[in-house]
């Protein structure tokens, strides 16, 4: 008798010890899950957009391989846009003729501002911030701003 | 050994079985020429791992390597490709006929619920291996539906990560899709199809109705002779198939750049359609999860008027009711994507497009509900399958008009 009393509290040790364990596990790997553990964080990426002389009023510059188009406006203001569309994350095209982003997933439109034009998208175009640096534009890739709306505060203008 | 595979294989069914769940309209086949399917598609895709890299530089070229200098390559591709198509299509009309034919209740129930499972996976095996070729088709359509993914309300973002190991699809998502494709999903799928074969057998067969049994046939022949003929004309069928039309491959996929017209496989043009038009979050979401607990919840529904394996129940009058859905939910699909097209698509916010139309879309289906209601017996099983053939008819609805778009005829 005492043989088995002894051998049924070693097994719920046991079951116990092996709940406890996995109970860690879960919560260490729902941690993991929802990212409460930062990983590589992204170093600060400034991409050098070129001499801020080098830009013509009333232009597009894309950056395919980075993601964004630099608008340079008609009063010399910069907006950065991020070309992923905001509904779905395709990547928009740029219609010079209409001076529209037209999305060929879901045929989101934007204006030259990153404004919806059509749905379904329902945000603007996402925002990078632009800097000066010895007279060269840099653009902070790092984190791209969202936006409900646009105002004149997003452009960036220089002196 | 030869011997012991061949009891085997007629193990899987019993000596005897009754002679009208053997008709062709009990079941047209689809059950076992789906199962049939998976066995092609199991041996296409041991081949294709010879020669398939799943390395972002390199699964395109392999590809290429394939279609060009393996000897019929070419063509094992295409018969895998057209086996999923095909699949796809089975596994819809396979589930259609068990609802359809009342074979769901009772003890088939948990059945029903092992085909859901299986169903997913089917849909699961087609998503992964989309990405696979590399292609701009396949990043883009793949980049679309991890995007829906994130708008799951809190783990949304966790969730995206987690399938494509980053913040958007890249060589560790083909890796993992590569994976997934390749390891995980087929022993799953392997052990839940076994259990649904099981539980078929355990059900004692297919449903039929009461009336309709007791006479007993020998399986082999009759039943082995009618399957053998349903499998040669499926593989007839698709060699012929992969032949003449070669599984999609367009340029490789390029990070930067969308193609100017890109479109979802066929099986996601509904899912494409409906997004054009409401919210990710409803259309990609919310519908699917309504849709999915409105099928577990099927098979427990009017349980006291179920006539197990009678088409449609029986009766005339309910017949024209489904007819009459059917007809009420493609018109009315039809007319909220005119309306969405003309007018909601330019002028209003997609939020608010959303609410007009999903509210549009069920008041009037519930008033339709309503109407019926007033002139038939209330029972709970003619509302689950009208409520169903609302649902069905209007995302068949929603492909057909993706389709024709995607074919630029509207």
């Known amino acids: 008798m005492d043989f088995k009393e002894k051998s049924i509290s070693r097994k719920r040790f046991i079951k116990k010890a092996l709940l406890a364990v996995l109970t860690i596990e879960v919560f260490w790997l729902l941690g993991r899950f929802f990212g409460f553990h930062k990983g590589k964080k992204r170093t600060d990426k400034l991409f050098d957009a070129g001499s801020i002389q080098s830009f013509e009023k009333g232009k597009f510059y894309f950056y395919r391989s980075q993601g964004f188009c630099l608008y340079c406006l008609d009063d010399g203001g910069f907006l950065a846009m991020d070309l992923k569309c905001t509904h779905l994350g395709c990547k928009v095209n740029f219609d010079r003729e209409s001076q529209r982003f037209i999305c060929p997933c879901h045929s989101s439109a934007f204006n030259a501002m990153g404004e919806v034009l059509s749905s379904p998208a329902y945000r603007p175009l996402d925002l990078y911030v632009v800097m000066l640096e010895d007279n060269r534009l840099k653009v902070d890739l790092s984190k791209a701003v969202k936006r409900s709306d646009f105002n004149i505060k997003q452009i960036f203008y220089h002196s | ?410």
């Open chain 2, 1 to 410: 050994m030869l011997n012991s595979i061949k009891r085997f294989l007629l193990h899987l069914h019993p000596p005897r079985v009754e002679i009208n769940a053997i008709k062709l309209n009990r079941t047209f086949g689809l059950g076992g020429m789906s199962v049939f399917l998976v066995s092609l598609l199991a041996l296409t895709g041991i081949l294709l791992r010879f020669v398939y890299v799943p390395d972002a530089e390199k699964a395109y070229r392999s590809i290429e390597l394939l279609n060009h200098f393996n000897s019929a390559g070419r063509l094992i591709r295409n018969i895998h490709y057209w086996s999923a198509t095909i699949l796809c299509l089975f596994s819809v009309l396979h589930l259609l006929r068990v609802l359809f034919s009342q074979a769901i209740y009772f003890e088939r129930k948990k059945n029903w619920y092992y085909g859901l499972v299986l169903m997913f996976l089917v849909f699961a095996f087609c998503f992964t291996g989309y990405l696979l070729p590399w292609d701009q088709v396949s990043y883009w359509a793949v980049t679309v539906v991890a995007n829906v993914l994130r708008y799951f309300p809190v783990i949304g973002d966790a969730l995206a990560s987690f399938l494509l190991d980053g913040r958007f699809v890249s060589e560790h998502s083909l890796l993992r899709f590569y994976h997934l494709h390749t390891g995980v999903l087929p022993v799953l799928l392997f052990m839940v199809l076994s259990i649904h074969i099981w539980l078929v057998r355990k059900a004692k067969g297919v449903a039929i109705p009461q009336e309709q049994k007791g006479q007993l046939v020998n399986t082999s022949p009759h039943l082995v002779y009618k399957e053998l003929v349903a499998l040669l004309i499926l593989i007839i069928a698709i060699t012929t198939l992969s032949i003449f039309f070669n599984a999609p491959l367009s340029t490789p996929a390029n990070l930067d750049r969308v193609p100017e017209i890109i479109t979802a496989p066929w099986y996601f043009a509904g899912m494409q359609e409906l997004l054009l038009h409401i919210h990710p979050l409803v259309g990609g979401i919310l519908l699917p999860i309504a849709f999915l607990i409105f099928l577990i919840v099927v098979p427990k529904m009017g349980l006291d008027e179920v006539k197990v394996g009678v088409w449609f129940n029986g009766s005339r009058q309910l017949k024209k009711l489904y007819a009459l859905a059917l007809i009420f939910s493609v018109l009315l699909t039809v007319l909220l994507v005119v309306l969405s097209d003309a007018i909601i698509k330019d002028s209003f916010n997609v939020i608010w497009g959303t609410v007009f139309m999903v509210s549009v879309y069920f008041v009037t289906v519930s008033g339709f509900l309503i109407f019926l209601l007033r002139n038939l017996n209330r029972s709970m099983l003619s509302i689950s399958m009208i409520v169903f053939v609302l649902f069905t008819g209007s995302y068949i609805t929603l492909t057909i008009i993706g389709l024709l778009r995607d074919a630029q005829i509207i």
